[in-house]
Each structure stands twice: as C-alpha cells, then as structure tokens.
C-alpha cells in the first residue's frame, strides 16, 4: 500500500510537471547567435546587443535586446505574435528566468515598435540581470502570470552584452565630463 502512494505521488508530480511547462514555447533552434551593432535601436546609432529569431518561416525579426541610450539602458522584448496577443495592457510584469536566478520587473508596452520594454538607469551597469544574460545558456520570458512563456538562447550574448556595457560606459563617462566642461 505505501508504495502504491509513493508512486501516486511520483505520477502526480511528474504529470504536474508536464502541465506547467507544456506553455514554453522553445524558440532556440529558430534563433541565431546574439550579435551587437554600434547602430541600433529607434535612433540608429545607439549600442545594441540583439537576438533574431523567426517567428514563422517567412518572418525573421528581432526578439530580445539590450540597447544603451547614453544615460539608460532598456531590455527591450518582441515576442512571438502569439504571445504579444495575450497581453493588451499598456504595463504588465514581465519575469526573466535564468538557470540561476529569476528577475521580474515592471515593462511598459510601446505600441510602434511592439516591444514590452524595461528601462534602467545606466547606473546600473552592474544589475545581476546583465551577469545573468551573459551567463546562463537560455533565458524563458512571461508576462504576468500568464501562461505562455517563451524560451531563447543566449549563445554569444556575452561578447554583444559586453560591446554594449562597454560602449555605455564610455557614454556615460563622457556626457559627465561634457557636463563638466560646460558648468566652468
């Protein structure tokens, strides 16, 4: 009889298991290798660390970045059309799970680029988020607590992820001594 509980369990918990993840969506092998461009985001010459993914066979597009804008940093996340259609709120949480550790902020929809972006100072350069980024070998991507999450790969992200804390930095250094030089 005690063994017929334990493996009740044992099914129990492994049925549980596959419940809570049959909602990721795997995007790693429709994705490339992160790369960084001196040239990206809304104003074409912001530092960027980027990832495409197709979202269907005939549509490749940019799913996840991380864009310096001189004194800010946004992580700025696309989604697959599915899952961007389960959220309409103009602010929603949205969780970044790494194999060692879970960030959660608060994101804001920006409608014309279709991006849920979360803005950071430059200050923190240093935040574990970017460790993690460069770190971990996927990330999984929620909104809310819904249920579709989404995987992706961080293959090379630390390389892309270094260029842009790199180039940030040097931004950041030298809008503080332009703000110096201009306060004599």
């Not at 066979?57 to 004194?71: E, K, N, R, Y």
Request: with cysteine; glycine share 6%.
């Amino acid at each position: 009889m005690r063994r017929i509980v334990l493996w009740t369990i044992v099914l129990f918990a492994a049925l549980r298991y596959d419940v809570s993840t049959a909602a990721v969506i795997d995007l790693t092998a429709k994705c490339s290798n992160w790369k960084f461009t001196s040239n990206g985001g809304a104003q074409g010459s912001e530092p960027t660390a980027f990832l495409v993914c197709k979202d269907t066979p005939d549509d490749a597009s940019v799913f996840l970045q991380i864009i310096c804008h001189g004194h800010s940093l946004s992580i700025r996340y696309s989604g697959t059309q599915k899952f961007i259609a389960t959220e309409r709120a103009k602010r929603a949480n949205i969780t970044y799970k790494f194999k060692r550790g879970v960030f959660t902020d608060s994101a804001r929809f920006e409608s014309a680029l279709g991006d849920w972006v979360i803005y950071r100072s430059s200050m923190d350069l240093q935040h574990p988020i970017f460790d993690a980024f460069s770190e971990s070998r996927f990330v999984i991507v929620k909104l809310n607590n819904g249920e579709l999450e989404e995987r992706l790969p961080l293959n090379n992200s630390r390389d892309a992820i270094d260029k842009v804390m790199e180039s940030c930095s040097r931004m950041g250094i030298l809008a503080s001594l332009n703000q110096a030089s201009g306060e004599k």
